[in-house]
């Protein structure tokens, strides 16, 4: 009997971290639906003025410089370091995730702001 509990009690033991990491995996491959009402705007948080965020890269002035070997008219928050978490805003195939500088408040992956990093 004890050999069988202690079987059991192994197997436990490997398949609850397996299972855990599975079910992550499979909620990352299905996409973050994101609220309309938790995009990040001035009123929320004063901070992207003072980094310059835009919701469209293409309309910033400020993108020139070239960084990390990315050229300026290729970054976006999507392809930023930063960017976590990504999904899709509600009613719509808008692409949204997360900034971390931004204490991980949802952000266009369209946008652009002057702590963007190229990815490691």
Do not use: H
Request: glycine share 8%; charged share 25%.
């Amino acid at each position: 009997m004890k050999l069988a509990r202690r079987s059991l009690l192994k197997c436990m033991a490997f398949a609850a971290p397996a299972v855990a990491l599975m079910s992550r995996g499979v909620a990352f491959a299905a996409g973050v639906v994101y609220k309309k009402a938790d995009l990040a705007t001035e009123k929320k948080n004063p901070s992207l003025a003072a980094f310059k965020y835009v919701d469209d890269a293409k309309t910033s002035k400020d993108r020139t410089a070239d960084k990390g070997g990315v050229k300026a008219a290729e970054q976006i928050c999507s392809n930023c370091n930063f960017y976590k978490n990504p999904g899709t805003l509600e009613g719509g195939s808008e692409a949204v995730g997360q900034c971390l500088m931004l204490q991980s408040q949802v952000i266009k992956g369209a946008g652009w702001c002057n702590l963007w990093a190229k990815k490691a």
